[in-house]
């Protein structure tokens, strides 16, 4: 059983920061994919960044572009994601969602989600 564990959320002004974090337990072999997905009240869920296993530099949503960064720890199976000069419609519930080979080098290879942190951004 493969679970995925958020933390860092929370309530800041505009222009503040936060990081989430984000630690996948369980039988797990190796994390491919590891991103973030943010949900505003009354929209779809979107991916605001992603980080390939071997990947340094990760992808991102260009509305958060140069505010963000995600990292990864693969030795923790943990994925980060730094935000600065949060903006008010950085607000949403935020997930992370990794791409996972479970057991062994033949295991099968599952998403997961994590279920979500809150964070609000003042103006």
């Known amino acids: 059983q493969v679970q995925l564990k958020e933390s860092g959320g929370g309530s800041v002004q505009s222009g503040e920061s936060l990081t989430l974090s984000c630690e996948a337990s369980?039988?797990?072999?190796?994390?491919?994919?590891m991103a973030w997905y943010r949900q505003a009240p009354g929209q779809e869920r979107e991916e605001v960044a992603d980080?390939?296993?071997?990947?340094?530099?990760?992808k991102y949503a260009d509305s958060v572009k140069g505010r963000f960064t995600i990292s990864r720890d693969n030795t923790k199976n943990a994925a980060y994601l730094q935000m600065n000069n949060l903006k008010p419609e950085d607000t949403g519930v935020y997930y992370c969602?990794?791409?996972?080979?479970?057991?062994?080098?033949?295991?099968?290879?599952?998403?997961?989600w994590g279920r979500g942190t809150q964070v609000s951004v003042s103006a």
């Open positions: 369980g039988d797990i072999f190796r994390v491919y994919v």
């Open positions: 969602h990794f791409q996972i080979r479970t057991g062994n080098v033949d295991g099968s290879v599952e998403l997961y």
């Open positions: 980080l390939y296993y071997t990947d340094t530099v990760g």
